[in-house]
Structure formats: C-alpha cells, structure tokens
C-alpha cells in the first residue's frame, strides 16, 4: 500500500472550485486568451489542465490550446527509477511566442517542475510560463514558486499529498496520509491503489 490512514483535504466541489478559481486567475494574470496555451504533466496534471481548459472556455468563449507533457526522461532522478512509466507528450503546436501554463497536480519539492521546463525549453522558446497547483505542500528543495494554487497544504515529510481524479481513480479527491515504513513519496497510481 505505502500509506496509512489517510484523511480526505479536498473533496471534489473542493477540486472543482479551486480549478473555477485558478482559471479566473489564469485569464486575468494574462489579460485574456491571446497566445495562451495550457500544458498539462502527466498523469494528473493533464487530467486538471483538460479542465482548466473547459473553464477557460466557460469564461472567455475560446478553446485554448491544450497539451500533455511526459517528463519522465527528463527527471534527475531517471538511474533510480529501473521502469519508468513512459506516457506521450502531446503538444501538436509550436511553442514559440505562447504564454504557457504548465499544470501539475501536486507540488513537493520542485524537481517535477524543473524537469518539466527542461521539456518545454527543448521544444522551442515560449514568451512565457505559469506555474499552476492543485495543491502546493511546501518542502522545495529548488527555487521553484506556483504562480496559481488550489489550496496550500503544510505536510511533514513523513507525510503523502495525493490527487485522486474520478477520469482514472473513480473518485475525486486529494488526500494526506502517513507514509508506511519503508515507502516512498509518490503520485497515486492509476486507477487507485
């Protein structure tokens, strides 16, 4: 299992108006749509960026670009992990010029978010990137700071932060939990535990 007893934080009207906020926040950093896109990283990221996406829309009346972003070659720790799960990038659109908000579900540390820039960096020169959180739980180990946050969730390092989307898990919601002994701190599989 790797974690026990965990306790619900966010429910999903909680998710959900957290996403109705941050794209409000979204389009009135960014003054509109123009040369908007929003990048999702895999495997949840991409899940809230498909609805932040829908929001947007809901907001502006524009369908905003929408990418997916697999940075699992371009993490620093890749030699520790034997079989990476590999997923597609999908960004069938040129990067340059465009104000990119990249999503991701949970941030911890940062290394995900770098790894991330390190991807987007290689496929052009956008004008510009936006962080955007589900949750932010502290704990950076780089000088990485969320421009958009669902909800700010102080955790120990003992502790687990996971999103769960009713899309892949049947259920939505973001939940803490004690690691168990001998765990690591991870994302949710897919599909629950």
Same mark, same amino acid.
């Given at each position: ?33 123009? #040369?908007?896109?929003? &990048? ?15 929001? %947007?829309? !809901? ?11 697999? $940075?699992? =070659?371009?993490?620093?720790? =890749?030699? +520790?992990? =034997? /079989? @990476? ?17 990249? &999503?991701?579900?949970?941030?911890? +540390? ?5 790894? /991330?820039? #390190?991807? $987007? ?10 962080? /955007? ?12 700071? @969320?421009? =958009?946050? !669902?909800?700010? %969730? ?14 892949? #898990? !049947? ?9 168990? @002994? ?9 599909? !629950?535990?």
């Amino acid at each position: 299992m790797g974690t026990t007893n965990p306790k619900v934080i966010m429910d999903e009207t909680a998710v959900q108006r957290a996403l109705t906020r941050i794209a409000h926040e979204i389009v009135e950093r960014n003054e509109g749509t123009d #040369d908007l896109a929003i &990048v999702g990283i895999v495997t949840r990221g991409d899940l809230l960026a498909r609805h932040l996406v829908e929001r %947007v829309r !809901g907001v502006e009346g524009v369908e905003v670009p929408l990418g997916s972003l697999d $940075i699992s =070659f371009y993490r620093d720790d =890749f030699d +520790t992990h =034997f /079989a @990476p799960e590999v997923h597609a990038t999908n960004i069938p659109w040129d990067v340059d010029g465009r104000r990119i908000v990249l &999503v991701d579900d949970i941030l911890y +540390t940062g290394r995900t978010i770098r790894a /991330a820039l #390190d991807a $987007i960096m290689d496929m052009g020169r956008p004008k510009s990137i936006e962080l /955007a959180v589900l949750v932010d739980r502290g704990h950076r180990e780089l000088p990485i700071s @969320p421009d =958009f946050v !669902g909800k700010n %969730v102080p955790s120990s390092k003992g502790e687990n932060v996971r999103l769960y989307m009713t899309e892949v #898990d !049947g259920r939505t919601s973001v939940e803490i939990s004690e690691l168990a @002994p001998g765990a690591r701190i991870g994302s949710a599989p897919l599909g !629950g535990e």
